[in-house]
């Protein structure tokens, strides 16, 4: 088991960190970050949006890197060590509690195939020219308001992913050592070429401009705190996996500060693609989904070389969406193996297969799986996120959280870190879930 272990790991700290920017690189990242910003004061947003990422990205983060590779297994293992350095008794209480953020990341992963399969299907509209031609909003009611109307694609996403996840963290390393570098160079490229859009001038205006007022305003900080949350994955599952596969001469401290500024650089990339082009066409920036599907592709056939830019645009969004899969699947299937040890990998991802594709696929229609993703991202997730936080720093031993975030770190995490993370950190968490629940708010 040792020898397989190893295989496993990840063979460099750039493989890693490339792994788990792919992981928090997402949707939130590419319509959700430009939406929020474009909502809630801009430049203001921004500001409130960079404060979180560092207080999360320094104290969250680097706790489920830790807390992963000290269990060396998935979110069920995690939380029965967690639990059971107070009391070898709690581990049992512990692990039951991780089914509910395990849950969490399964029933994102079923919702989030479908929009994968979606943007697949504007990438094949891409190559052969159809999507330059037709009404972008009737092309999108066509298929997002139908049954079953993208299922090739759903196929091809699912399955495509999952044999992805072969070797574990070797095959998720090899894969997003080349999908992330494409995303990132694709995407700025992108924001060249929407620089030159008359009128991008005013997006960008509005982008790096803040209106300090607005700073006054609690739900711009709320929403900022609840995107950089969520963009950076700390739910208390799907990181998690990913420290497990960290050898322990790793710092997990940095290569949480490195994961926080790629996602943030990722964010931003997105948003000077997005932002500009919307004011450009005096369009809706916080259109959500349909700003992928409607809003873009009627840029794309204003511009010359449209074409072209949406094949860029699509592969990228591809690269986006199936190295967050891979964390969500493969934070259940590393959960499973450990629980259910008499399983083959290859035998869990033909479950997760099945499971997927045989939920999935009746629930591709948009009024379907939004509604779905609505109920996970207000109930589970944030309930998942808090129980995480608060199993690391109040539940977990503060010896044993602080020796692991230790390894491998030239200066290790003291008191002040520990201090920040149960006193701050955990009633942000805390704070974001009473949002979420009482106003029903879908971060």
Not at 302 to 331: C, H, K, T, W
Request: aromatic residues 12%; proline residues 4%.
């Amino acid at each position: 088991m040792g020898g397989d272990r190893k295989k496993r790991q990840f063979s460099s700290q750039w493989g890693f960190v490339l792994s788990a920017v792919g992981s928090a690189v997402g949707m939130a990242n590419v319509w959700g970050f430009p939406a929020k910003m474009g909502s809630y004061g801009g430049g203001a947003f921004l500001i409130a949006y960079l404060v979180f990422i560092i207080l999360f990205g320094t104290v969250g983060l680097s706790a489920e890197y830790a807390v992963g590779r000290r269990a060396r297994t998935g979110t069920l293992g995690a939380y029965g060590m967690a639990w059971s350095t107070r009391k070898k008794s709690m581990g049992k209480a512990g692990g039951l509690l991780g089914w509910l953020p395990l849950a969490g990341s399964m029933c994102i992963a079923l919702g989030y195939a479908v929009i994968i399969a979606y943007v697949l299907k504007a990438f094949a509209g891409s190559i052969t020219g159809t999507l330059m031609t037709v009404d972008s909003a009737a092309w999108f009611d066509s298929f997002s308001l139908t049954d079953y109307s993208v299922i090739p694609f759903h196929v091809i996403v699912v399955i495509g992913t999952l044999l992805t996840l072969l070797l574990g963290a070797k095959s998720i390393e090899k894969s997003n050592k080349i999908m992330m570098p494409v995303f990132f160079i694709i995407f700025i490229i992108l924001a060249v070429r929407v620089a030159f859009l008359p009128g991008a001038s005013e997006g960008y205006r509005y982008m790096f401009s803040p209106r300090w007022e607005e700073l006054l305003d609690p739900m711009v900080w709320i929403w900022a705190m609840g995107q950089a949350f969520f963009s950076l994955s700390i739910t208390g599952s799907g990181m998690i996996v990913y420290g497990a596969y960290l050898d322990t001469a790793e710092d997990v401290a940095a290569l949480a500060k490195r994961t926080a500024l790629f996602d943030t650089i990722a964010a931003l990339v997105a948003a000077l693609v997005m932002i500009p082009a919307c004011f450009a066409y005096g369009l809706d920036v916080g259109a959500g989904p349909s700003l992928l599907f409607v809003t873009l592709p009627r840029i794309l056939q204003d511009i010359p070389l449209g074409r072209l830019f949406a094949v860029i645009l699509y592969v990228a969004m591809i690269f986006a969406g199936v190295s967050s899969l891979q964390n969500m699947f493969e934070a259940v299937g590393e959960s499973l193996l450990h629980k259910f040890p008499q399983l083959s990998r290859n035998a869990m991802l033909i479950l997760l297969c099945v499971v997927c594709l045989g939920i999935g696929l009746h629930m591709e229609p948009i009024f379907k799986w939004g509604p779905w993703m609505d109920i996970v991202s207000i109930y589970i997730i944030p309930i998942g996120a808090t129980l995480g936080a608060v199993s690391w720093f109040w539940i977990m031993r503060r010896e044993d959280l602080l020796d692991e975030v230790g390894k491998g770190a030239r200066k290790a995490p003291g008191a002040i870190w520990y201090n920040v993370g149960r006193y701050i950190y955990v009633p942000c968490a805390v704070l974001l879930c009473l949002v979420a629940l009482c106003l029903k708010v879908a971060f």
